[in-house]
């Protein structure tokens, strides 16, 4: 449905964070949409995205913005839908659990985003099995979890 304001597919109301300064940058932009509106005696507009002649921006017009800055900064082409998976891909580098990409992304179930994104996931989880054994202390004696043994003399001493 293209040229569409639309739900989302679940039709549910979905929260996505934003990072700081993207709010800050967003809410400066609707800062100076209200105050155009002002000065105009316009009612301010539902968008921050706006053509100069104050109408939403186009789907058409957006893509053509994307690949222009995509080009000017020497990227490939990639089409707008895959920044989604780039903002995927991103939380999963900066450690999000799987559980928050799936609120994010809105997946119904973590197996939507496990079979989508399942690979980002995977590993050198060997790494994690190494882990579980006795760490070493700086001076290179293994510490452990356990509690120490006693010596047998200590033993022999207690119950004599």
Request: proline share 5%.
């Amino acid at each position: 449905m293209r040229r569409q304001v639309t739900t989302t597919k679940s039709h549910k109301i979905r929260r996505v964070d934003l990072s700081p300064q993207l709010t800050a940058v967003l809410q400066s932009l609707a800062e100076t949409r209200a105050l155009e509106a002002g000065l105009t005696g316009q009612p301010r507009p539902d968008w921050l995205f706006l053509t100069p002649a104050g109408k939403r921006v186009s789907e058409t017009s957006l893509r053509r913005a994307f690949y222009h800055c995509l080009d000017r900064a020497g990227l490939r082409r990639v089409r707008f839908h895959d920044l989604r998976h780039t903002y995927a891909s991103l939380l999963n580098q900066q450690g999000a659990k799987p559980k928050y990409i799936q609120a994010q992304l809105g997946h119904g179930s973590i197996q939507v985003t496990m079979d989508i994104y399942g690979h980002l996931f995977e590993g050198d989880d060997r790494n994690v099995v190494n882990r579980l054994d006795d760490p070493q202390t700086e001076a290179g004696e293994a510490k452990s979890a356990t509690q120490p043994q006693p010596h047998l003399d200590t033993v022999e001493t207690a119950l004599a």
